[in-house]
């Protein structure tokens, strides 16, 4: 996965000699916690609302310039998004300026657009439904994957519990509940369903 194929492009940006109170409200009215800062073209650094609201009291000559961080961490459109989310977390940010070969400014990636693209990777902007299955010693359960695939569109995926080793969680898509009843009883297994809030299945 790519940045530039999860970024927001075209991001709103400020001038370093936008005012500081201008450029809290341009942030509040759009529900950003931060901006980058360009002038011509080039990144100049990135404002938060953090470094704005503790500048608003100021007289009104203080100006983006005066507040900003300047030389900002930024990653290329052709990094993984695996990259920016290390960046990310280490640096506890909560966006990334994203840059093109040229050094120009073409996006930016928040955590909100990591998640985005995790959930896209892993199928769950499907809504899958949950389905806990205790497998007990003696049955492998590839045998009962295999009769979630049967019974399903795709199993998007799967994880063993932490507290109990036979334990089993599935997500499924468009999941032919009946029929996986059916099969599931044949193998004297039992399964409970977890259903989205907004699930068609509710």
């Not at 005066?66 to 961490?73: E, L, Q, R, T």
């Not at 892993?122 to 809504?127: K, V």
């Not at 492998?140 to 036979?166: A, I, P, Q, T």
């Not at 009883?185 to 369903?193: A, H, R």
């Amino acid at each position: 996965m790519l940045v530039k194929n999860f970024m927001t492009p075209n991001p709103v940006v400020v001038k370093p000699e936008d005012g500081v109170k201008f450029t809290f409200n341009l942030l509040k009215r759009n529900r950003f916690r931060q901006a980058p800062v360009v002038k011509d073209g080039k990144l100049l650094g990135m404002v938060t609302d953090r470094d704005l609201r503790g500048a608003i009291a100021e007289e009104n000559h203080v100006v983006v310039a005066d507040v900003m961080s300047s030389n900002p961490v930024t990653i290329s459109e052709d990094a993984t998004v695996e990259g920016a989310a290390k960046i990310i977390r280490n640096c506890k940010f909560n966006a990334l300026p994203v840059v093109s070969r040229k050094d120009e400014l073409v996006g930016i990636i928040s955590v909100t657009d990591i998640i985005d693209g995790l959930l896209k990777l892993l199928g769950f902007h499907h809504d899958p439904v949950r389905v806990q299955i205790k497998i007990p010693e003696g049955i492998d359960v590839y045998e009962v994957l295999k009769v979630l695939k049967v019974c399903s569109e795709r199993v998007v995926s799967f994880s063993s519990s932490g507290e109990s080793y036979d334990t089993f969680y599935f997500w499924l898509i468009d999941c032919d509940f009946d029929k996986l009843d059916r099969k599931l009883k044949e193998k004297k297994l039992d399964i409970k369903v977890s259903y989205p809030a907004d699930s068609k299945y509710n």
